[in-house]
């Protein structure tokens, strides 16, 4: 045990400066002291862990990279971007078209700048995702200099051996055999909307398959020893192949490791304490590591299943199995509605069709990739996989949860481990209240209970252009619907937003004027989900839903698109919004003479922070103490404008932005 609470100090250690910290904070208390009560003065040296890795996450939160020079090792090389490993910095830097491979030593000139990326809400996040490989700047690609060229070329013998295929079933092979997925093909899409995509990629479970594959091959020929390690012998350059898959590393790490533990020091330690072994040098080769979902939800997960194998050593097979499976499904629900915010019922019964499928794909793939391309059958095998994705489409059911926030998620696995230790003490009593917590937080997850509870303003990451949802309680008005020409915003964006939000219907949906990034995702939007009533002209105004009281303040009859915008202030949870859509400076100055009520706490700023609104005059006039400006990030009108961030920093208002923060929200019960 004293193993597990090292590692257990090691990871709390590294999140205290990641994120949430008073929620971090209390935890590591919680922890530090059942340790100091259990081991006495041996919990100095848990204290000594959890500093070191503390220390570990401040560098990484708070150390600015300054040079102009940074030489070092591509750590990981994707097909327009690589990794770069400089010392303790890595950086991200862009390259079209890459053909960079992991271990080629560059000399890069260039000075950091921090990573900024155009994202929408509800979709995959690029800034997020490379914070959790501890990349916060980007480097410039003009000045590269290679010195040393690897000389196994990966890259370029996948390309080749991919192109031997149609598009299909390259896509399924890449993603498979090499972790890229394709979210142009349609064995992507279908595999994502079950909410499958993590049965994409080349993961232990399909590692542990092969592991079993080549003992049974080697079974008559050589010793049980053997047997303990050849597999993983044989196996250990699928890590280059793969690199950085986390699975296959922790997979092939722990096998040696209970090599290590049986047949070399004969220390017998426990599969837990072998596990937390592998876990600690892991994080101790990339601390980062403690990050990612593909490293610390199979650790977790292992531990766990090992408590629960030996709670239920004395039980029957089936029954085991069971409950395991109860408690797999129980893990999970938290992390399988994370982006969606919808549970899927039969995910694992649809794991046990789809992971044999994808094992017989991925041995033939890798047999291809070592031999010669066996096209018309993996062709064949793809159409098989293209109606088994197509028929679970059919049968799936999914239940909206809304969105858990870290609270809620902390006190589900808080209450989940509290659950083991009852049903291993056989506290039956206790048991129960478990139980009725439990189905008690999951019922009010699946219903909207939230939605008559609350009121909020949510200013919508649609990029560039604007969505303002108004909601109080059961009552919801949209203004704008933002729009893009290369993404459906109203269903990859807004519909699930609103469902996270457990929203199923919008009652007032508002355009402020016909501007594509304001209303392009209008007729999407009223055809995949239920919008009781649509304005848009100046004359339908005002309006009342519920406490929502809209009443447009721009009476200019101009031909521009710009002049007419309709500007309403919203006098809306004790404060006043003031939306200006993308009204000029011609509507604000008409709002001042005409001695408008403009007066407000947070301002929609107008037209994006472009200079033709937003001017110091107006600003002074409406006296906010909080700006919003609705922008994408390093879009191509330069938004916002330096002369505006200027003029708002002039009158001490604070600025949000919704290309640096994402959907910027504020929240009362009241």
């Given at each position: 045990?004293?193993?597990?609470?090292?590692?257990?100090?090691?990871?709390?250690?590294?999140?205290?400066?990641?994120?949430?910290?008073?929620?971090?904070?209390?935890?590591?208390?919680?922890?530090?002291?059942?340790?100091?009560?259990?081991?006495?003065?041996?919990?100095?040296?848990?204290?000594?862990?959890?500093?070191?890795?503390?220390?570990?996450?401040?560098?990484?939160?708070?150390?600015?990279?300054n040079k102009d020079q940074y030489v070092g090792m591509v750590i990981e090389s994707k097909e327009n971007y690589f990794l770069f490993q400089s010392g303790f910095n890595r950086f991200y830097v862009y390259e079209k078209e890459n053909?960079?491979?992991?271990?080629?030593?560059?000399?890069?000139?260039?000075?950091?700048?921090?990573?900024?990326?155009?994202?929408?809400?509800?979709?995959?996040?690029?800034?997020?995702?490379?914070?959790?490989?501890?990349?916060?700047?980007?480097?410039?690609?003009?000045?590269?200099?290679?010195?040393?060229?690897?000389?196994?070329?990966?890259?370029?013998?996948?390309?080749?051996?991919?192109?031997?295929?149609?598009?299909?079933?390259?896509?399924?092979?890449?993603?498979?055999?090499?972790?890229?997925?394709?979210?142009?093909?349609?064995?992507?899409?279908?595999?994502?909307?079950?909410?499958?995509?993590?049965?994409?990629?080349?993961?232990?479970?399909?590692?542990?398959?092969?592991?079993?594959?080549?003992?049974?091959?080697?079974?008559?020929?050589?010793?049980?020893?053997?047997?303990?390690?050849?597999?993983?012998?044989?196996?250990?350059?699928?890590?280059?192949?793969?690199?950085?898959?986390?699975?296959?590393?922790?997979?092939?790490?722990?096998?040696?490791?209970?090599?290590?533990n049986r047949y070399v020091l004969k220390t017998n330690l426990r599969a837990p304490v072998v596990t937390s072994i592998c876990a600690i040098l892991l994080l101790l080769f990339d601390f980062r590591l403690a990050y990612q979902s593909?490293?610390?939800?199979?650790?977790?997960?292992?531990?766990?299943?090992?408590?629960?194998?030996?709670?239920?050593?004395?039980?029957?097979?089936?029954?085991?199995?069971?409950?395991?499976?109860?408690?797999?499904?129980?893990?999970?629900?938290?992390?399988?509605?994370?982006?969606?915010?919808?549970?899927?019922?039969?995910?694992?019964?649809?794991?046990?069709?789809?992971?044999?499928?994808?094992?017989?794909?991925?041995?033939?793939?890798?047999?291809?990739?070592?031999?010669?391309?066996?096209?018309?059958?993996?062709?064949?095998?793809?159409?098989?996989?293209?109606?088994?994705?197509?028929?679970?489409?059919?049968?799936?059911?999914?239940?909206?949860?809304?969105?858990?926030?870290?609270?809620?998620?902390?006190?589900?696995?808080?209450?989940?481990?509290?659950?083991?230790?009852?049903?291993?003490?056989?506290?039956?009593?206790?048991?129960?209240?478990?139980?009725?917590?439990?189905?008690?937080?999951?019922?009010?997850?699946?219903?909207?209970?939230?939605?008559?509870?609350?009121?909020?303003?949510?200013?919508?990451?649609?990029?560039?252009?604007?969505?303002?949802?108004?909601?109080?309680?059961?009552?919801?008005?949209?203004?704008?619907?933002?729009?893009?020409?290369?993404?459906?915003?109203?269903?990859?964006?807004?519909?699930?937003?609103?469902?996270?939000?457990?929203?199923?219907?919008?009652?007032?949906?508002?355009?402020?004027?016909?501007?594509?990034?304001?209303?392009?995702?209008?007729?999407?939007?009223?055809?995949?989900?239920?919008?009781?009533?649509?304005?848009?002209?100046?004359?339908?105004?005002?309006?009342?839903?519920?406490?929502?009281?809209?009443?447009?303040?721009?009476?200019?009859?101009?031909?521009?698109?710009?002049?007419?915008?309709?500007?309403?202030?919203?006098?809306?949870?004790?404060?006043?919004?003031?939306?200006?859509?993308?009204?000029?400076?011609?509507?604000?100055?008409?709002?001042?003479?005409?001695?408008?009520?403009?007066?407000?706490?947070?301002?929609?700023?107008?037209?994006?922070?472009?200079?033709?609104?937003?001017?110091?005059?107006?600003?002074?006039?409406?006296?906010?103490?909080?700006?919003?400006?609705?922008?994408?990030?390093?879009?191509?009108?330069?938004?916002?404008?330096?002369?505006?961030?200027?003029?708002?920093?002039?009158?001490?208002?604070?600025?949000?932005?919704?290309?640096?923060?994402?959907?910027?929200?504020?929240?009362?019960?009241?």
């Amino acid at each position: 045990m004293i193993i597990f609470f090292a590692f257990i100090s090691y990871f709390l250690g590294l999140y205290l400066f990641r994120n949430n910290i008073f929620l971090i904070v209390i935890i590591s208390l919680l922890f530090l002291g059942y340790v100091f009560i259990r081991y006495k003065k041996k919990g100095f040296m848990f204290l000594a862990i959890f500093s070191f890795g503390a220390g570990l996450s401040a560098l990484n939160t708070y150390v600015v990279p300054n040079k102009d020079q940074y030489v070092g090792m591509v750590i990981e090389s994707k097909e327009n971007y690589f990794l770069f490993q400089s010392g303790f910095n890595r950086f991200y830097v862009y390259e079209k078209e890459n053909t960079r491979e992991v271990g080629d030593w560059l000399v890069i000139d260039s000075k950091p700048t921090e990573v900024s990326f155009l994202t929408y809400e509800s979709q995959f996040n690029m800034k997020e995702y490379l914070s959790t490989k501890g990349v916060k700047y980007s480097l410039g690609n003009k000045y590269i200099v290679e010195r040393v060229h690897m000389f196994l070329r990966i890259k370029e013998y996948k390309s080749k051996f991919l192109s031997r295929f149609d598009s299909e079933t390259a896509a399924l092979i890449d993603a498979l055999l090499f972790g890229t997925k394709h979210y142009d093909a349609r064995v992507t899409n279908q595999v994502e909307a079950l909410n499958l995509i993590h049965l994409l990629s080349f993961s232990g479970i399909y590692l542990n398959f092969l592991i079993l594959i080549v003992r049974r091959l080697l079974l008559r020929f050589v010793s049980e020893k053997a047997l303990d390690i050849v597999p993983y012998v044989v196996l250990t350059p699928l890590i280059y192949v793969t690199f950085p898959k986390i699975g296959l590393i922790r997979v092939i790490l722990t096998g040696y490791l209970r090599f290590l533990n049986r047949y070399v020091l004969k220390t017998n330690l426990r599969a837990p304490v072998v596990t937390s072994i592998c876990a600690i040098l892991l994080l101790l080769f990339d601390f980062r590591l403690a990050y990612q979902s593909s490293y610390f939800i199979p650790i977790f997960l292992s531990l766990l299943l090992y408590y629960i194998g030996a709670i239920n050593a004395s039980k029957r097979k089936i029954k085991k199995s069971l409950s395991t499976l109860l408690f797999i499904y129980l893990f999970m629900i938290p992390v399988s509605t994370l982006d969606r915010g919808c549970l899927h019922l039969f995910t694992f019964v649809f794991q046990f069709i789809l992971i044999p499928f994808h094992e017989l794909y991925l041995v033939i793939s890798l047999v291809s990739l070592s031999t010669f391309p066996f096209r018309y059958v993996l062709g064949f095998l793809t159409n098989i996989a293209d109606k088994i994705y197509t028929f679970l489409g059919y049968i799936d059911i999914s239940i909206p949860l809304g969105n858990f926030g870290i609270y809620f998620n902390t006190l589900y696995y808080v209450l989940l481990v509290f659950g083991l230790m009852f049903y291993e003490s056989q506290n039956k009593e206790m048991l129960k209240i478990f139980r009725y917590t439990v189905i008690t937080m999951v019922l009010i997850s699946i219903l909207p209970i939230r939605t008559y509870l609350i009121n909020a303003v949510y200013f919508i990451n649609v990029g560039q252009g604007d969505s303002i949802l108004l909601q109080n309680r059961d009552k919801t008005v949209l203004i704008d619907t933002g729009g893009n020409m290369n993404v459906d915003l109203a269903t990859e964006t807004l519909i699930p937003f609103l469902k996270k939000k457990q929203i199923y219907d919008i009652d007032l949906l508002v355009t402020t004027h016909d501007d594509y990034d304001h209303s392009g995702a209008v007729d999407s939007l009223m055809r995949n989900f239920k919008v009781k009533q649509y304005l848009k002209e100046a004359t339908n105004f005002p309006v009342q839903v519920g406490q929502i009281y809209l009443e447009n303040l721009n009476h200019l009859n101009a031909a521009d698109e710009n002049e007419s915008s309709l500007v309403f202030n919203v006098n809306f949870m004790h404060k006043k919004f003031l939306l200006m859509g993308d009204a000029n400076i011609a509507v604000e100055k008409f709002l001042i003479d005409g001695n408008y009520d403009i007066d407000c706490d947070i301002l929609k700023v107008g037209h994006h922070g472009s200079k033709t609104s937003s001017c110091e005059e107006f600003i002074l006039k409406c006296s906010p103490v909080e700006a919003i400006i609705s922008c994408g990030a390093n879009n191509k009108y330069g938004h916002p404008n330096k002369e505006v961030i200027e003029t708002l920093n002039k009158y001490n208002v604070s600025i949000r932005r919704t290309d640096l923060e994402g959907t910027i929200s504020y929240f009362s019960i009241f």
